[in-house]
């Protein structure tokens, strides 16, 4: 009898073990809350919570301890009991503030963008321009009186508008195909930065579900869900500088919540010729729950600027007196730009352990610009003057199947992705003209329709065993270019076609979970505009990217968190688009290799210190030494700061960011110098009111925010000159700011 009952009590245990736990996540007003980390300390087995809070944690036993946290919330312990293991139980969550301590790694390919954003509820960004500048590595700079899409550089490129990163808000692409501009450019100021709640970002080729120009990385803003509080701020400044801002709930219950927000910019910029800038947003989001675990939410948004430019100024006529370093050539840059967007979300959860992700967007996008980058080089009557426009809709779908927690024998779970979509661009009338004035068309030198349509699927499966995680993965993208061309004489509308596969395979080495290894592998591609391919009989349409990262993310304490890779990448086609000329130059064969290190420190309660140091080393493969130079190709950046908050009624924070000197021509003839920047904040809440300083360059840095080798000619010279022309960065800059929380 003793010996039955001692196997009675073996067998139930075993089964006991065998058993998952399950529960629900909530917070202290017993809402879901998702993405929250539950890990074993016991067995080091962890999983996170859905979008209702859900959660099934595999190989757990009684008196097992599990961790809980999640940003924003204070971390839980808990020790199971029997009645834990027999039915789901429910953990509730209590608000604290934002510290490094909540945050947990796990194996997870994006775990430094849990970092990060730290760093963004730290330091909320302040205008549109900070949003990219909170990605480690990535810098940007303006170039056309604030309206234009900033220039970019990551892992040793420079992307110009994004080539070679691929950009998103909750899903919506920003990235524009065939644009009249620039190949992949993306204009982010259609975001209100008050309603940014969390940037997600990944670097290399690696991710399955991101397609076009993810060769340096790709980056997704998410856009808050709800309103903690309805919001106002005013804003006053330097320069003519002016705006004001607001975000309002309009419903909340228990089934359905919305919020508007608005905000209206305005200045003239520290130029001798006033930019006349404005830009005008407004934003409204709706959340629904539907009968039977589904959620529903439909944004809307409107967005539209106009500005005037002094454009990008020769290095010359700064020295020889003729114009100051915010003075210009040609003043009659400039232009206007708008984009109305609807985007739809559904979430349909079937169980625990399985939902579908769907999302469908129509985006109406218009953009008229007027640069002159070479002066009076071509047309020495006229000046060299010229008009890009285009008239966009761009639509697209995509759904996403998950499958969580599914049991590959005693140790192994297995958890896949399978997803599909398409994107399709209607382009009409895209333009490259010869204008005088903004007001006359000198000559026409591209005009056309453009359709391009990109279907897609691709299959992002994981197999967790032990402290390894495995994640092959693979991408299948078909692509087809159709161009008419409006100047021809006769009818031509001509079509290409492209397929490309994409293999990817990451692996995660969780040491503990504190301490991560992984190794990442994979190809990504960036297309050509579809004029270039109908140009070149459909030659080097998706030319690939192969990269590798190896590297380390670790918490030696709670409250340090340090991140380290060595990185590799290869293209099979390097673009260079010339925008005066409409054409994508195809410029050869490049590989980068670099190192990315970051630190972030929670010192004390009110105090927090980060800073990321990046370097690269990019050379052409196809050009001989000295001449394989990559033009403007950063080589060593940092970015860092310091933040303090609750500081009894003060809160706010500096920081800075380093740019090397780096080559402008292919020979490192011509050097784009380098700058280190600083900005300070500084806030003061009394009751719900907060009063802010906020200074751009403290120092009053005289710095080149954007910098070419350009040929030009000025009205009065005899002969061209190739040198560097810049955009001046902006000087010191102070505003302050007036916010109310109600």
């Not at 075993?14 to 629900?24: D, F, R």
């Not at 204070?74 to 604290?96: G, N, V």
């Not at 259609?190 to 670097?203: L, S």
């Amino acid at each position: 009898m003793k010996h039955y009952l001692t196997a009675c009590t073996l067998l139930l245990t075993s089964l006991i073990y065998a058993q998952q736990i399950t529960g629900y996540i909530v917070s202290s007003e017993n809402k879901p809350v998702e993405e929250v980390s539950i890990f074993n300390k016991t067995t080091e087995t962890h999983t996170h919570s859905t979008q209702t809070g859900a959660f099934t944690l595999s190989k757990t036993n009684i008196n097992d301890t599990l961790y809980i946290s999640r940003l924003g919330y204070e971390p839980k312990t808990i020790r199971i009991t029997a009645s834990d293991i027999q039915k789901p139980i429910t953990i509730a969550l209590t608000a604290a503030n934002i510290s490094l301590d909540q945050v947990m790694l796990v194996a997870e390919l994006d775990a430094l963008s849990k970092f990060v954003n730290i760093d963004v509820q730290k330091d909320p960004v302040k205008s549109s321009q900070e949003i990219l500048r909170k990605v480690p590595g990535l810098i940007i700079g303006q170039h056309a009186g604030g309206g234009k899409a900033e220039q970019i550089f990551l892992r040793g490129f420079d992307i110009d508008h994004g080539t070679d990163i691929n950009l998103t808000v909750d899903g919506l692409p920003v990235n524009m195909v065939s644009h009249a501009h620039g190949q992949g450019y993306s204009d982010l100021h259609f975001v209100i930065p008050e309603t940014i709640d969390n940037i997600n970002f990944g670097k290399g080729p690696y991710y399955a579900d991101k397609g076009n120009f993810t060769t340096a990385g790709y980056v997704n803003l998410g856009l808050k869900k709800t309103l903690d509080n309805n919001y106002v701020s005013v804003e006053a400044g330097q320069f003519n500088t002016n705006r004001i801002m607001g975000m309002f709930n309009v419903l909340n219950n228990d089934k359905s919540n919305a919020y508007i927000a608005s905000e209206l910019s305005l200045t003239d910029g520290p130029f001798d010729s006033p930019q006349n800038f404005s830009r005008f947003n407004v934003l409204g989001r709706y959340n629904y729950k539907l009968a039977g675990d589904q959620e529903l939410t439909f944004t809307a948004s409107h967005f539209q600027s106009k500005w005037d430019a002094s454009g990008q100024i020769p290095q010359r006529a700064v020295d020889n007196g003729s114009i100051d370093r915010f003075g210009s050539i040609d003043d009659t840059e400039g232009g206007e730009t708008s984009r109305t967007n609807l985007l739809i979300n559904h979430v349909k959860v079937i169980d625990d352990n399985q939902s579908f992700k769907t999302s469908a967007y129509v985006s109406q996008y218009n953009f008229e610009l007027y640069s002159n980058f070479t002066f009076f080089l071509d047309d020495p009557v006229n000046g060299d003057q010229i008009k890009q426009f285009e008239n966009r809709v761009t639509t697209g779908a995509n759904t996403v199947y998950e499958h969580r927690n599914i049991e590959l024998g005693a140790h192994t779970l297995f958890k896949y992705q399978a997803g599909i979509g398409f994107r399709y661009d209607n382009v009409d009338d895209v333009e490259l003209s010869h204008t005088l004035n903004r007001k006359t068309v000198l000559e026409y030198k591209s005009l056309g329709d453009v359709d391009e349509v990109n279907t897609y699927a691709f299959l992002n499966t994981e197999f967790k065993t032990g402290k390894w995680k495995f994640n092959p993965s693979a991408r299948l993208d078909y692509f087809k270019f159709q161009y008419e061309d409006q100047l021809s004489e006769t009818y031509s509308d001509e079509a290409e076609t492209k397929v490309r596969v994409s293999p990817k395979l990451n692996t995660i080495y969780s040491l503990n979970k504190n301490t991560q290894l992984f190794l990442k592998a994979g190809m990504g591609f960036h297309s050509n505009d579809t004029r270039v391919v109908i140009a070149n009989n459909g030659e080097s349409i998706l030319p690939a990217a192969y990269g590798a990262d190896l590297g380390t993310i670790f918490k030696p304490t709670n409250r340090l968190a340090i991140n380290a890779s060595l990185w590799y990448l290869f293209l099979e086609q390097e673009f260079v688009y010339v925008g005066d000329a409409a054409i994508v130059e195809p410029s050869g064969k490049t590989e980068r290799l670099g190192i990315d290190f970051g630190a972030r420190y929670q010192a004390l309660d009110w105090l927090y210190l980060f800073a990321d140091i990046n370097y690269s080393h990019g050379r052409s493969i196809d050009d001989p030494d000295g001449e394989n130079y990559i033009p403007l190709a950063p080589d060593f950046t940092s970015v860092g700061g310091l933040s303090i908050e609750n500081l009894g009624r003060f809160s706010g924070g500096i920081n800075y960011r380093y740019v090397d000197d780096r080559p402008a021509n292919e020979d490192n003839s011509i050097v784009a110098e380098g700058y280190f920047v600083s900005d300070l904040n500084i806030n003061y809440t009394w009751k719900n009111w907060t009063y802010s300083i906020i200074i751009e360059n403290l120092f009053d840095t005289e710095w080149n925010e954007t910098q070419f080798a350009t040929e030009s000619r000025l009205f009065d010279e005899p002969e061209s000159v190739e040198e560097i022309h810049f955009t001046p960065g902006t000087p010191f800059y102070i505003r302050g700011k007036i916010a109310l929380t109600f």
